[in-house]
Each structure stands twice: as C-alpha cells, then as structure tokens.
C-alpha cells in the first residue's frame, strides 16, 4: 500500500500531507453585503446529540428542533476543541483555540477587548444581541443589547444582568426574573425579535442554561417519564479494560459518584440494580429540562413564520459541547470520547439550504464565527483559526477540506489533561496529565463505542505512527506551544 493509499485508510487524505485544514479560497467571503440574512444562534448548554430525535434519540423526543434538520442540514461530525463550557464558548466567539484565545480552563475570564464575531458584525451594522447563558465572567462586548445570566444562573426566579446597568462581575448583580429560566429566556428572546431596530439585520444569540446540572425541572414536565423506563446506553456498566488509567481512575464523573449519588432514592440498592435506578433519576431529570428547551424553541420558530422572517433568517441549534448519558458509566463531559466532544448542528436557511440534508464533514466550534461573518458578506480575519462552513451548507465540499480536528483538554482537576487527533476512521488520544503519560488508539469503523484501545497492538502499528505525525502537524499548525514533547 502507497502513502496515498494508507493516508485515505486512516482517514487523513493525501491532501491532509500537503495541504492546510481549509484551502484560502475557503477564508474568503463569499456573501453578499446586500439583503443579508439574520443570524439567530440558539445554544443549550450541555445538550449532546443522542437527546435528540433527529439523531435517533431512543430516549426522548424533540419535535422542535428537529424541524431545523427537516427544514435544514444535519451535521453529523460536528465537534468540539474542548470539551467545557468557558473554552468552548470563547472560541465560538473568536473562531480560535483557547491557547490563542486566553479561555482554555473552565475559570478562565474571557478578554472582552479582542475581537468577535459579533463586533464585527456589528461594526457592520448588524443589531447584536446575546441572552441567557453566558459563563465567561467579563462584561459582553460587541453587544448592542444584553441579558446575561450571572455565572451558571439559577433554575427558578433566575437574575440576569442587562446591559445598561452596573456590571458586577463574576457571580454577583442582575434583575429577578419570576418564572422558570428557560421559559424567561424565550420570553426575553421575543422580546428582542419584536422590539428590534427594523431598518437593520440582526444576530441574536439565544443561550439556555439547561439541560446544565443538576437538571431542575419545572413543574410542567414533572410527570413526563414517570411510568416510563428510559432505554439504557449499551456501555453503562464499561469495566474500562484496556483503558487508559485516565478514566478507571475518575472517582467523581461516574454515574454514583460525585454529585450524582441519589443516596437517599438508591440507597437501599446494591450493584447494578442500583447504578441502574441512578441512570433513571439522572436521565429522566435531563429530559425533561430538554423538554423544555424543545417546547420553548418551537415558540421561537413559530414566532419567525407568523411575523415573516423566517426565510431570511440562519437558524443554528446546537450545545457548546456533547455530554455523557451514561455511556461508560459517566455524566459530564470532559474527555475526548465522542459523546463528549460531539455537538448537535443543525442549520436552517430557506434561502440557501436544501431541506432534509445530512453531511458528515468534519466541522468545529471554531468554524461558527467564520461562517456567520462569510454570510453577512464579511471578510475572514486571517487570524481566525476555522473555515467558513457556507460551502457545506450549499451542498458542496472543498476538496481539501479538513479530514482531521485536534482536541486539546487543559483544565485542572479530576480529570488529567489530554490532546489528540480525530479523524473520520481513527482517534489518537495523549493523556500527558497522568503521572505516567498513557496513549488510547480507537478504530472508529470497527469500534464505534470506544470500548478497546487498540494502541499497542502491533497491526495498527502504522496508524499509529501516521496520526502521531498528524498531530505534530495540527499542534503547528494551530501554534500550540505548550512545550508537550511525546514520542
């Protein structure tokens, strides 16, 4: 077998050896600075794909959103750089990575000061917005109006700091809101697409703090699931052999351990009948803050048909990252699994985008920025890190499109810090925060679950040794100089 041949056997590409992640032809705007589209950007926070119908959910049902995929384009390999709230929303906002961005741990304060998306945007002449979730710590910038909820926020009676009022920082400040947060943030939503300046187009972004711990429900969907077992992942009870010490060592993110104990339901349990009656108050608490997220985005969308905007409006959903449902025993976030790196993306454009498209691509949450700004006809800062994903969502992709991603966790604490590589067959993962630095090798086709590392196995001995090179590559590439040497 050639390199050419083997390149396209580990899913790298021969263009991959010779060629940068996007083509420059790719940084260049292709909009049009006339009738430029709206630009709504909903985000959950910690909403992965398999809680989606649309993605063949068989544990919940989210009729709603899954009108942005029938309307739309599904993303299916829709990934995250870091797996945690702060980085990931920091580099939504910038299109780059966190070590170029300054939020690369989960306390990280967010430098208002450099630039955004939505400063340029509004520099333009967007009318730009941000309501609910924000967890970057600084005042928003590049905002015409805010309404922020202050740190994680509260479920009931949340308090939200609105622009115009004196910015307390951190967790502290805000206006009570009566009512149930995700509800709240709807209302405040309409209220912004009612009350806009007419004359210009507008970028809101709509962030709900659910589904986020610990999954309080209001009173509406109480009893949804109640009489209802919901399906178990195949992988809740993992033994982890054959893994990296990096998860058989966690001792908080495994469902009974940590936040997630249910002591006082499951306490009279024992083994896996009681890990089994965990799951059912965990996942049954998600769902029905995801119940409604779905319910209240259904009033968003039906607001946009009645009032007529709907067809010249970019309708994202998405989470700022995946999260674990039990698979592997876990909840959270965190790892490079692909539960937790994995983001929903759906995309709803009348305009510009076929109803009911799939594409499965590779695309990051640092391509977002590049593609809102490529639509509202804007040029591409050449120090953005991403790729305008505009072609994808026309039905066409570049020939030297990334068949690669990088993923970098940093953040201190229970989990060890970890890097690797992604490709559409193979992920190569370098857990450097252990003690002694330990390496995973999944094979994706064969190995879907992630459940044997195949590492130090002598037939993938070459894959191996070319994703290794792949990684040196991107870590260059991205100017990632955190001096981590490995062999």
């Given amino acids: 077998m050639n390199r050419r041949d083997f390149l396209k056997t580990v899913g790298l590409g021969a263009a991959a050896v010779t060629l940068p992640e996007c083509m420059s032809s790719t940084q260049q705007h292709t909009g049009k600075r006339g009738n430029r589209p709206n630009i709504l950007f909903v ?30 384009m599904r993303f299916d390999n829709c990934f995250c750089t870091n797996s945690i709230c702060t980085p990931s929303r920091a580099s939504i906002l910038t299109g780059k990575y966190g070590h170029k961005n300054g939020c690369s741990t989960l306390d990280a304060e967010f430098d208002g000061s450099q630039q955004t998306f939505p400063k340029l945007l509004q520099k333009s002449g967007y009318y730009t917005g941000v309501i609910g979730k924000w967890h970057l710590y600084s005042e928003p910038t590049g905002f015409d109006y805010y309404s922020v909820l202050p740190g994680q926020g509260d479920y009931f009676n949340p308090r939200l700091k609105e622009k115009g009022k ?65 399906p178990e992942p195949s992988t809740l009870f993992d033994d982890y052999k054959n893994r990296s010490r990096a998860i058989t060592q966690d001792e908080f993110f495994k469902i009974g351990m940590g936040d997630l104990t249910y002591d006082e339901q499951t306490g009279h349990l024992t083994g896996k009948k009681r890990k089994r009656a965990q799951y059912q108050i965990f996942i049954k608490s998600f769902l ?15 607001y946009l048909d009645e009032s007529g905007l709907a067809e010249n409006t970019i309708v994202i959903y998405t989470s700022d990252q995946g999260y674990f449902l039990g698979e592997h025993g876990l909840w959270d976030k965190r790892f490079m699994y692909e539960e937790s790196i994995r983001m929903p993306f759906l995309v709803r454009y009348p305009k510009g985008i076929k109803p009911g498209s799939v594409n499965d691509d590779i695309i990051l949450n640092i391509d977002f920025a590049e593609t809102f700004l490529d639509y509202a006809g804007l040029p591409i800062p050449g120090d953005m890190q991403g790729c305008s994903i505009k072609p994808l969502l026309g039905g066409k992709t570049p020939a030297d499109w990334r068949t690669s991603m990088y993923y970098h966790y940093s953040d201190p604490g229970d989990i060890p810090a970890h890097f690797g590589v992604r490709t559409q067959r193979y992920k190569l993962i370098y857990y ?34 070319e994703l290794k090179s792949e990684l040196i590559r991107l870590r260059k590439e991205l100017g990632e100089n955190d001096g981590i040497v490995f062999t």
């Fill in 43 to 72: 985000m959950s926070d910690d909403h992965p794909a398999q809680a989606i119908g649309c993605y063949g959910s068989k544990i919940n049902k989210t009729p709603n959103i899954d009108r942005l995929a029938e309307e739309g």
């Fill in 288 to 302: 029905r803050c995801v119940a409604s997220v779905d319910d209240n985005l259904g009033r968003v969308l039906d």
């Fill in 166 to 230: 004196r910015w307390e920082d951190g967790f502290e400040g805000g206006e009570v809101y009566k009512g149930y947060v995700t509800d709240v943030i709807a209302d405040l939503t309409l209220d912004f697409l009612k009350n806009r300046p007419k004359d210009k187009p507008f970028c809101l972004l709509y962030h709900n703090k659910a589904p986020h711990d610990m999954w309080d429900y209001d009173e509406k969907h109480a009893a949804l699931y109640e009489n209802v077992d919901i």
């Fill in 432 to 465: 450097y925060g252990l003690e002694m630095p330990e390496w995973e090798l999944f094979d994706l086709k064969k190995d879907p679950e992630e459940m044997n590392n195949v590492y130090d196995e002598p037939t993938y001995a070459n894959v191996v040794k």
